[in-house]
């Protein structure tokens, strides 16, 4: 029995990562110009900061000039508008990351539809999503882009393979089938009310797992040889490993995919990775296209 090749999240945005630190290199001896990426938190949420500070690390580390605004959890919905129309008037600021989830007390759409839309970095603007589905030039939600990259790498030119997208998100399934569309893949989107839902997802060669429903697509879900992406972050119980232990689980159940699927990624370790290194890309495309320069091709 053949077993599914593991696709490396982790050196794949390594990559990333090291290609737009050379390209940030090249820019600014060129140039003269540092991008810069503001990123916004509302609140105390234990996951956010963590990811505030990954992201944040990650910046520096790519050459890139990182501006942190961390506002507290009762800060006035106009306080945090002020604050991103100042963003957006300053010109060391080449991208805009506001993180979510925002307090109960803001509005999350008004927010990302106050971020000039050449500064959305997370392509979250309705300028962005517009452009992105008529084929325009468009700052693209770090997640489905990320996939984009891995498919493209383990399986080449995808015209012509039927891909389904199980989620319909706007932060992942919709963009993910957009950017499908424009590889020429034949794209279906399916999700929890879909009917025989398990026939449809053994009718793709490429399986885009990103309903956040731990373990739902089993080993009998996937086509024989299909690449499976699986966006899926879950935490379950972990009995095995004591009282009160957790652990990361994807979408898919990984275990029985294995010997099913041609290539897959892991939870955690897979699409994780690409989702920071994806948003640095994003800002030095959006500072070259800010500043009237080519954008480098990452």
Same mark, same amino acid.
Request: charged share 20%; aromatic share 2%.
């Given at each position: 029995?053949?077993?599914?090749?593991?696709?490396?999240?982790?050196?794949?945005? &390594?990559?990333?990562? &090291? =290609?737009?630190?050379?390209?940030?290199?090249?820019?600014?001896?060129?140039?003269?110009?540092?991008?810069?990426?503001?990123?916004?938190?509302?609140?105390?949420?234990?996951?956010?900061?963590?990811?505030? =500070?990954?992201?944040?690390?990650?910046?520096?580390?790519?050459?890139?000039?990182?501006?942190?605004?961390?506002?507290?959890?009762?800060? +006035?919905?106009?306080?945090?508008?002020?604050?991103?129309?100042?963003?957006?008037?300053?010109?060391?600021?080449?991208?805009?990351?506001?993180?979510?989830?925002?307090?109960?007390?803001?509005?999350?759409?008004?927010?990302?539809?106050?971020?000039?839309?050449?500064?959305?970095?997370?392509?979250?603007?309705?300028?962005?999503?517009?452009?992105?589905?008529?084929?325009?030039?468009?700052?693209? +939600?770090?997640? +489905?882009?990320?996939?984009?990259?891995?498919?493209? #790498?383990?399986?080449?030119?995808?015209?012509?393979?039927? #891909?389904?997208?199980?989620?319909?998100?706007?932060?992942?399934?919709?963009?993910?089938? &957009?950017?499908?569309?424009?590889?020429?893949?034949?794209?279906?989107?399916?999700?929890?009310?879909?009917?025989?839902?398990?026939? =449809?997802?053994?009718? #793709?060669?490429?399986?885009?797992?990103?309903?956040?429903?731990?373990?739902?697509?089993?080993?009998?879900?996937?086509?024989?040889?299909?690449?499976?992406?699986?966006?899926?972050?879950?935490?379950?119980?972990?009995?095995?490993?004591?009282?009160?232990?957790?652990?990361?689980?994807?979408?898919?159940?990984?275990?029985?995919?294995?010997?099913?699927? #041609?290539?897959?990624?892991?939870?955690?370790?897979?699409?994780?990775?690409?989702?920071? &290194?994806?948003?640095?890309?994003?800002?030095?495309?959006?500072?070259?296209?800010?500043?009237?320069?080519?954008? +480098?091709?990452?």
């Amino acid at each position: 029995m053949s077993t599914a090749k593991i696709i490396d999240g982790k050196s794949f945005a &390594a990559d990333l990562r &090291a =290609r737009v630190a050379e390209e940030i290199s090249k820019i600014k001896q060129a140039h003269g110009l540092t991008p810069g990426l503001a990123v916004v938190l509302v609140g105390e949420d234990p996951a956010s900061q963590v990811y505030v =500070r990954n992201k944040a690390q990650q910046t520096k580390e790519a050459g890139m000039a990182s501006f942190e605004h961390r506002l507290d959890v009762t800060t +006035p919905e106009a306080d945090l508008l002020a604050l991103i129309e100042t963003l957006n008037t300053d010109t060391t600021v080449h991208g805009i990351l506001v993180q979510l989830p925002l307090p109960e007390h803001i509005d999350e759409n008004k927010v990302l539809s106050a971020i000039n839309p050449d500064k959305d970095v997370d392509g979250f603007h309705l300028m962005n999503v517009g452009r992105l589905w008529t084929g325009g030039e468009s700052l693209v +939600p770090c997640t +489905p882009y990320g996939c984009l990259l891995m498919l493209k #790498a383990e399986l080449g030119d995808l015209t012509g393979k039927r #891909a389904l997208i199980l989620g319909r998100s706007n932060i992942v399934g919709k963009p993910m089938a &957009a950017l499908l569309l424009q590889e020429s893949c034949t794209v279906s989107i399916a999700h929890s009310r879909t009917e025989d839902l398990p026939a =449809r997802c053994r009718e #793709a060669d490429i399986l885009v797992a990103a309903v956040g429903r731990p373990l739902m697509v089993k080993s009998d879900w996937i086509k024989p040889g299909a690449t499976v992406i699986d966006v899926g972050i879950n935490r379950i119980d972990a009995p095995e490993r004591g009282d009160g232990k957790t652990r990361l689980v994807g979408d898919v159940d990984f275990e029985g995919a294995l010997s099913v699927a #041609a290539a897959i990624t892991p939870v955690p370790g897979g699409v994780g990775p690409m989702t920071i &290194a994806c948003l640095l890309r994003n800002t030095v495309v959006a500072a070259c296209r800010q500043s009237a320069l080519d954008a +480098p091709d990452l």
